[in-house]
């Protein structure tokens, strides 16, 4: 299906930027016999997009995984998920060289999670989480889940999670700190992003007003920006 080939083609984004590195570092015997040098810029750059822009992050499940009808325990996926986007979000709002002060990525709403497909025991869970917007202080990951039986090699989509974190100080965990920002591939990715930010913003709170028993009107984010 095409949601299927669009998570394998995200799941695989780690290994081709990998395969771009080790294909630059071969690079073609110069003139003379000898070999060029690869470019350290686009060296550094290629590492960037490893350490930032994507990771994955793989578990074979074991009898102890399963639940009650025999498949993968939908907690152990959960917390493979959550770690994932942990992982590459506290990276990414560490990224700054310029900020002296340290943080951590806390996660402050998960958007929404889909169950697939089950997943079998004895399968290997491969979890692909990316970055693919940013605000001022919260960081919206999207994440895969892929199982491969290791027999025959087959792969298939089992979940599907957005999940937000925000920036805490390390010395003070009351303090949100400012989120650097990512670079877009396309003008209209950063776009959709904002409209993705905007909705879960003013869902949350509307479920704010809900729980505190209190009905008020909710201001529109984007027509209140305009005013």
Known sequence: ????EEAVGSAQLYHAAALSLSELCRAAPAAGGHRALPNPARIMALRRT??????????IMLPDDANI????HGGTILKMIEEAGAIISTRHCNSNSKSEERC????ARVERTDFVSPMSIGEVAHVSAEITYTSK???????????ENIITGGKR?????????????????????????????????????KKRYEAQKLERLENKHRTDDVILPIINPDRQAHE
């Not at 299906?1 to 299927?4: E, F, V, Y």
């Not at 009808?69 to 993968?72: K, L, M, R």
């Not at 951590?104 to 996660?107: G, H, V």
């Not at 202080?137 to 199982?147: I, T």
Request: net charge negative; aromatic share 6%; hydrophobic share 45%.
């Open 1 to 4: 299906s095409a949601r299927g």
């Open 50 to 59: 490893l350490s930032l822009s994507a990771i994955q992050i793989s578990r």
């Open 69 to 72: 009808a025999g498949n993968v």
């Open 104 to 107: 951590f990525a806390a996660l």
């Open 137 to 147: 202080h919260s960081v919206e990951v999207q994440v895969d889940v892929l199982a």
């Open 157 to 193: 989509l089992t979940n599907r999670a957005t999940l937000w974190y925000v920036a805490l100080s390390l010395k003070n965990v009351d303090k949100i700190l400012e989120v650097p920002p990512i670079q877009y591939e396309r003008k209209e990715d950063e776009e959709e992003g």
